[in-house]
């Protein structure tokens, strides 16, 4: 869908401006706000460019850089660093060869780190986009990327 | 041992949380149609019979915050309900947990409170993290427009009701309810000077009431069952149960609802006790916002009021446990780093203050020398903080400072490190 | 709400009217409680926390800004405590702080830090954080620099911008240490910023600073600070100019004086440059041989004293005219208007005002008796409902635009445009109408046939102030009859349920106002649409009270003020028909000269003299500070005209497109080296000063003037200063007779002020209209199709207009570097699917033909701001004189050309 199509899916009201920019971003190839799509926003909603910049900076699930195609959320807040989930980063970076805040090479994956996502009873836990996954180890890591790259070949 | 009282949670796994048919068939929206039937203002009085506090952490009448905003600008054009779902406090996934097992319980107890204070629009504000929280509360919304519980002449009563979905973005802030008001309006989550409190001016600056999923949900079983069946439950001066969601080193950590005033060794207990063969040695009560305690306090009722008789907090039924393996100031660190990473900027005690926080918090961690004064310095920096700032933030810090250093002072020096 | 109400602060009472914040209320009574986020003009922000304070009975320290002073409080504002804690907080500020600053701005925060003995870094507890935060420094923008590094965030200017200006251009980003100020996507050049500056004004620190003159300002020299009268449109914008080393290196707003609050446009703030040019006119010159040649004061002006004699001698008194000025003082012009009666002996004298407000002042002198606005400018913020008629306030009066849109953007006031063209204003309305040019007439009597319909009337109005009553009501009622919605909606294409709304809410509305502007005067029609303006508003009894009624915001910085003085064809001082007897024989009184020498007759008005000179009847003029060259309509005929006159005087600042053609030109002051007065849009009187020397030899006009009558034998009086002047005038005009510079010095009085003990007026209309009889009058008048049409060989209608960052013929305006970087190239609007038929692209440059001549090499801007089939051009620019292209037929009441109006076609530039 274009960006314009994406916008005008919303009513022209300031008070709609982050779900638009979460709509915008999701259906980016990148997973992020364009200044294009900033724009387009700004103009539909009468407001001035800053007053959305302003708004897309501010929140963390915003980006405005392109990232990779599956955005890796892991979770550092006091439950997960308890249950060690300094190990399970260290592992996604050595299986990625990135570290946190990068996009691997191939462009699939974007790791990030989140503060808590409330899966705080089967700690440590992360999101892959919009999934969760729960009770994090070394091999359900391997797995669960895996299961990306398997995914991205299919389509 | 003592055992759970679902009375909020009584269909969680035991209905389908997309079905509307499941809910109803499981005496849902009962509430709704005795409200309907009432006039708002006897809603507002059987809440505030009931005895019921607000949730969300600060435990303020929810009867007395819907009769201010049913009272306030009657010449206002219109009146709002805001359903504060952006549960960010670390350690606490309560709201998720109604959000995803019975989604209408609190849509319910939303249209309820909206009869009440007389609001013809609501929104719900959920965190945009919480994923399936917002699929199931959407298909939630959609069925109960189907239904008639939603939209024009709700039941047949003339009472009218629309209610839309707001994505937060990753703001920890956002939770705290003005903050929430500007994020919903699409503006940044920067708080708002207080007074005006949301009742008198809230959302586009109209009466709105800011209500928490779990407030809502109780709101849901008040009207259903009644208050005396309600205040069965609970202590005198915090009736009903509490969701708690116990973390850390327990066997069985999840979510137990309780009646208010269950102890927390009582809690660590129903979630099968201490992980292995670990010992017991603290517990972070209500999140990064909250406070340590050590065995001391095992025994003590928690409650609003007798946690904070004690110097301790109850807020949002957090409760991580820590054994004696585990470092007391790497979970402070984090808080620390968690303030700051989530300090909007707006105020200079706050935006400045979490980040030399922090960089002292680093120190702590480290070989440095002289962490007594160290620590002082950072107790005397977060009493600032707390005394100048904005809002709830910035006053937060000097909570798990504090605590951890009144009873963990010889960690924190460095002391009892092996 | 005005109550008085008392408080202890430390233990000293205080008295304070109520409703202030605590804060203030401290302030006006001399206690400086700390603060840096605050600003009298803002809402409070409570970012800085430095105001805090304790209230007893209140838990906590609250900030003190954000709290109202109530009755019996009892507040600790210093103890040992707060102190501290304001010890700290500026510790916290000074660690996020890069100090390095130069003397060219107050820093409000450095003084703070003296004050708590943080100057020396021993004393503070916190080590510098900034540099490892990476703040960033954006200097994209023409007129100013912002470096992160230096703002304490206390969103002074965030709101300046936005609740001060109404633009709201500018956003905090990112968050918690890492956060700061940010104008469109990090880059301030690609936002929307308009360069006012109002956040450079309001900025306690070095964060904003302006760029022009940064290598000079050092405030730790000497230098003096000049309130005067900024010299751009009719607002009559108060400026503080810092001067330093003779030579203007700032402008600010003045705070706290009407009508700008301390508010400034891009212009008033950056547009001084121009002062101190190195084009600027310094001695008289002659033109000999087809040359202009340097000549003394006393060659010139004997040769301008014997030519004017000669052409009386030879052509008789009524060959010769003068335009005055609406860009120098009352003063200049007042003695200018005698000088053309006195001397010359005719009525030939008038100015720029008739190309552009004539017609609206002529329907309001009919209709209403008095021609110049109703209201105060600042009674647009407390109007419920703004009409806004061919008017684009945000660029032509930026500072009054402010004031509609913080009545828009906080009070809910509803705005209704009617303009063919976009204007930044649409963004705050709620209605648009977009009538084709030219059909104003139709719309606006559909929308009284719509308010007389549904009985949207104000009968007890209509009877009491309106002649001929219920009776003139029936004959609106009948000539209107006709325009039914659906027939208003086929003649000017607005959608006959807009239309019927926004007469609802104009006749329904408490305090409505109408700012009417140049789309409605400068047509052939323009007295017949502000006819039916006026109509509206009589039937409807919008005016006559605070907040309600029309006003045409002035152009120029003095056009109120030259007709008002009696720089007129028509009529004296103070708006007296030329053709009063009683009032001839007083003023001839009071200039000392026989009754008999001041001509009863009209005299010619601005086209009309230049058609009379065209027909060789007119044969000598002098010109004052106007460029008809660039200005007036069909300027080929113009140039012919000035062509044929055996002798031309101009007195100016610079060369013009005028000065080309002239014999004699004479270097005079600007306005920063001028002493005087200006008369505003809302009919204010305001000082002008001398901030600096004149360059040169130039002199000040009315010296000129004085001098060359003189050196004619006919002297104009002894005048020792501009204030003996006005005080003249203040004899020879009773609505200004109670003025005197003794009263002006602190701010403007609002005339009809008629004593010494009056104090102005703000409202006109209150009681009765100006009329003979006191009543109003209603002038019914049909819809007529324009005289040019678009046709096959003229396809396009062309609309003219100007724009923010450039003035009147930018004789000015172009002489600042600032105002050029954000516009110094000619363009037309031509709508998207116009463009697509003519195969243009943006940045083309195309040739603009109309019936009398041709605009070469004008680049395309494609824009859905206008209707398609129809062109804007702004008229600033001299490489494209878009005036060669309109028309000189008059409208025939008020004798103003038709610039809004001419077909014209589009061809690729050869």
């Known amino acids: 869908m274009s960006i314009q199509k994406i916008i005008r899916q919303f009513e022209p009201e300031q008070h709609n401006l982050l779900n638009i920019l979460h709509a915008l971003q999701n259906s980016s190839s990148g997973n992020y706000l364009s200044k294009e799509a900033m724009e387009e926003t700004a103009r539909y909603l009468g407001l001035t460019k800053a007053s959305v910049y302003g708004v897309a900076t501010y929140y963390t699930m915003f980006s405005l850089k392109p990232r990779g195609r599956f955005i890796i959320r892991i979770c550092v807040s006091p439950v997960c660093e308890l249950m060690k989930v300094d190990i399970i980063i260290k592992q996604i970076e050595s299986i990625l060869d990135i570290k946190v805040g990068e996009t691997s090479s191939d462009r699939l994956f974007t790791l990030e780190l989140s503060e808590c996502l409330g899966q705080c009873q089967k700690a440590p836990s992360m999101m892959v986009n919009d999934r969760v996954y729960k009770c994090l180890g070394k091999d359900s890591i391997k797995e669960i990327i895996e299961k990306y790259r398997q995914k991205a070949k299919l389509n | ?418 | 709400m005005d109550k008085t109400i008392s408080l202890y602060i430390d233990g000293k009472k205080i008295s304070v009217k109520s409703g202030l914040n605590l804060l203030q209320a401290a302030k006006e009574n001399s206690i400086d409680i700390p603060h840096l986020c605050y600003h009298k003009k803002l809402s409070p922000t409570g970012a800085c926390r430095l105001c805090i304070v304790k209230i007893k009975g209140q838990k906590g320290l609250i900030a003190s800004c954000t709290v109202r002073a109530e009755d019996g409080m009892e507040v600790t504002a210093f103890d040992e405590e707060l102190e501290e804690a304001r010890k700290y907080l500026l510790d916290y500020l000074l660690s996020e702080h890069d100090e390095s600053r130069d003397a060219t701005y107050r820093d409000e925060f450095r003084e703070l830090v003296l004050r708590y003995g943080l100057g020396e870094k021993k004393n503070r507890k916190f080590a510098p954080i900034w540099k490892h935060i990476g703040y960033p420094k954006d200097n994209s923008s023409p007129v100013l620099t912002y470096d992160a590094a230096k703002c304490i965030k206390c969103f002074r200017c965030i709101k300046a911008c936005d609740e001060v200006q109404g633009k709201n251009v500018l956003s905090f980003t990112k968050r918690g240490i890492a956060s700061y100020i940010t104008g469109g996507f990090e880059k301030w050049s690609e936002s929307e910023c308009d360069g006012c500056g109002e956040c450079i004004q309001l900025c306690p620190t070095g964060a904003i600073v302006e760029k022009p003159h940064r290598g000079e300002i050092n405030f730790e020299k000497e230098h003096k600070k000049v309130r005067t009268t900024c010299p751009y449109c009719g607002v009559g914008c108060q400026l503080e100019l810092i001067v330093q080393d003779g030579r203007i290196v700032r402008a600010n707003g003045a705070e706290g004086v009407s009508p700008n609050d301390g508010r400034l446009c891009v212009k008033g703030r950056f547009g001084c440059d121009y002062v101190n040019h190195p084009e600027r006119l310094k001695v008289p010159l002659i033109k000999k041989g087809g040359r202009f040649v340097e000549a003394g004061w006393d060659e010139a002006l004997d040769l301008v004293a014997d030519k004017f004699n000669e052409t009386i001698k030879k052509h008789g008194k009524k060959a010769l005219a003068g335009y005055a000025s609406a860009k120098t003082t009352n003063e200049d012009n007042y003695l200018f208007m005698k000088f053309i009666r006195t001397v010359f002996g005719n009525n030939n004298v008038d100015y720029c005002t008739r190309l552009c407000h004539a017609s609206t002042v002529t329907a309001m002198l009919r209709s209403l008796g008095d021609g110049a606005g109703s209201n105060s400018i600042e009674d647009y913020e407390n109007s419920d409902c703004i009409l806004v008629t061919g008017n684009n306030m945000t660029e032509t009066h930026p500072v009054t635009a402010t004031f509609v849109k913080h009545a828009a953007q906080r009070k809910g006031a509803r705005i209704i445009i009617i303009d063919p063209k976009w204007t930044p204003l649409v963004k705050e309305s709620h209605i648009w109408l977009q009538p084709g040019l030219g059909t104003d007439v139709a719309l606006l009597n559909g929308m009284i046939r719509v308010i007389i319909e549904e009985d949207l009337i104000d009968r007890r109005f209509i009877k009491k102030r309106v002649k001929g009553g219920m009776q003139a009501l029936d004959e609106l009622r009948a000539l209107t009859a006709k325009y039914t919605p659906e027939y208003v909606e086929k003649v000017c294409g607005v959608p006959a349920d807009l239309m019927q709304k926004a007469a609802r809410i104009y006749a329904g509305a408490r305090r409505p106002l109408i700012a009417t502007g140049m789309g409605y005067s400068q047509q052939l029609t323009g007295t017949h649409n502000v006819f039916c303006l006026i109509n509206m508003m009589l039937i409807s009894g919008q005016i006559g009270r605070k907040g309600a009624g029309i006003n045409p915001p002035r152009g120029q910085n003095n056009v109120q003020g030259v007709s008002d003085v009696g720089a007129s064809p028509f009529t004296y001082p103070g708006y007296v028909p030329v053709g009063d007897d009683e009032n001839r024989r007083k003023i001839a009184g009071i200039w000392g000269v026989p009754y008999e020498e001041l001509d009863p007759e009209k005299g010619l008005s601005t086209i009309e003299i230049m058609q009379a000179a065209y027909r060789g009847e007119i044969r000598a003029m002098y010109i004052m500070g106007e460029n008809p060259m660039l200005t007036d309509p069909n300027l080929n005929h113009t140039e012919e005209a000035i062509k044929k006159l055996d002798f031309l005087v101009v007195q100016d600042i610079f060369h013009t497109e005028t000065t080309a053609l002239a014999d004699v030109v004479l270097p005079a002051t600007s306005f920063a080296e001028s002493e005087g007065t200006f008369v505003n849009s809302d009919r204010r009187v305001l000082r002008v000063r001398r901030a600096v020397d004149p360059p040169g030899q130039a002199r000040q006009d009315w010296e000129i003037i004085a001098e060359i009558a003189e050196k004619m034998g006919r002297p104009l009086g002894k005048y020792r200063s501009e204030s003996e002047i006005w005080d003249e005038i203040a004899r020879t005009s009773p609505i200004f007779a109670g003025i005197s510079y003794d009263r002006l010095e602190e701010k403007g009085i609002q005339w009809p002020c008629t004593s010494s003990e009056h104090p102005g007026t703000s409202t006109l209309f209150e009681e009765k209209f100006n009329t003979p009889d006191g009543l109003g009058r209603l002038h019914p008048v049909d819809y007529a199709e324009q005289s040019e049409k678009s046709g096959s060989e003229y396809p396009y209608i062309l609309n003219t207009g100007r724009i923010l960052y450039q003035y009147h013929s930018s004789t000015m305006s172009r002489r600042n570097s600032s105002l050029n970087q954000f516009a110094n190239e000619a363009y037309v609007l031509v709508h998207p699917e116009d463009a697509k038929k003519q195969g243009l692209s943006d940045k083309m440059k195309v040739d603009i033909s109309s019936r009398r001549g041709t605009v070469r090499s004008v680049a395309v801007k494609i824009s859905t701001d206008v209707l398609e089939g129809e062109l804007f051009m702004p008229f600033h620019y001299a490489e494209a004189p878009v005036n060669r292209l309109t028309r000189d037929e008059l409208d025939p009441y008020s004798k103003i050309a038709p610039f809004k109006l001419s077909a014209v076609r589009l061809e690729a530039a050869k």
Not at chain 2, 230 to 256: C, L
Request: proline share 4%; aromatic share 8%.
């Open chain 2, 1 to 418: 041992m003592i055992k759970e009282e679902r009375i909020l949670l009584r269909n969680a796994g035991k209905i389908n949380p997309m079905s509307i048919e499941d809910y109803i068939g499981a005496g849902g929206y009962r509430g709704l149609e005795k409200a309907l039937g009432m006039e708002p203002v006897e809603v507002i009085d059987e809440l505030l019979e009931a005895g019921l506090r607000g949730r969300g952490g600060a435990g303020f009448s929810t009867g007395m915050k819907q009769r201010f905003t049913s009272e306030s600008c009657l010449r206002c054009p219109q009146r709002y309900v805001v359903v504060n779902a952006d549960e960010g406090e670390p350690g606490t996934y309560k709201d998720r947990v109604i959000m995803e097992q019975d989604p209408h319980l609190y849509l319910e107890g939303t249209i309820i409170a909206a009869h009440a204070i007389r609001a013809s629009k609501g929104y719900i504000y959920i965190r945009g993290e919480y994923q399936e929280s917002i699929d199931k509360t959407r298909k939630a919304v959609n069925e109960a427009y189907k239904k008639g519980f939603l939209g024009k002449n709700i039941l047949g009563s003339g009472f009218d009701f629309d209610i839309g979905i707001k994505l937060g973005a990753g703001s920890y802030l956002c939770g705290e309810e003005l903050t929430m008001l500007e994020s919903l309006e699409g503006k940044r989550g920067t708080p708002r000077i207080k007074p005006p409190f949301p009742a008198e001016k809230g959302v586009f600056n109209m009466p709105t009431l800011v209500n928490n999923v779990e407030t809502l949900a109780n709101a849901t079983r008040i009207l259903e069952k009644g208050r005396e069946w309600y205040r069965e439950t609970g202590t005198d001066t915090s009736p009903g149960t509490k969701i708690f969601t116990i973390s850390g080193q327990v066997n069985k950590p999840g979510y137990y609802e309780l009646p208010l005033g269950v102890s927390l060794r009582q809690l660590i207990e129903l979630a099968g006790g201490m992980r292995g063969n670990m010992q017991f040695k603290a517990a972070l009560l209500g999140g990064a916002a909250g406070t340590f305690v050590d065995a001391s306090m095992l025994d003590e009722e928690m409650s609003y009021d007798n946690l904070r008789d004690k110097g301790a907090t109850l807020g949002s039924g957090a409760v991580i446990v820590f054994s004696r393996e585990d470092s007391i100031t790497n979970t402070l660190v984090n808080c620390l780093r968690f303030f700051k990473h989530e300090s909007c900027g707006k105020c200079i005690p706050c935006r400045a203050g979490t980040a030399h926080l922090e960089i002292s918090a680093r120190k702590l961690k480290s070989t440095a020398n002289d962490k007594q004064k160290l620590l002082a310095s950072m107790i005397r920096e977060s009493e600032l903080m707390a005394a100048t700032s904005l809002c709830p933030l910035g006053q937060s810090p000097v909570l798990p400072l504090k605590s951890a250093a009144r009873y963990f002072k010889d960690e924190l020096y460095g002391i009892l490190t092996e």
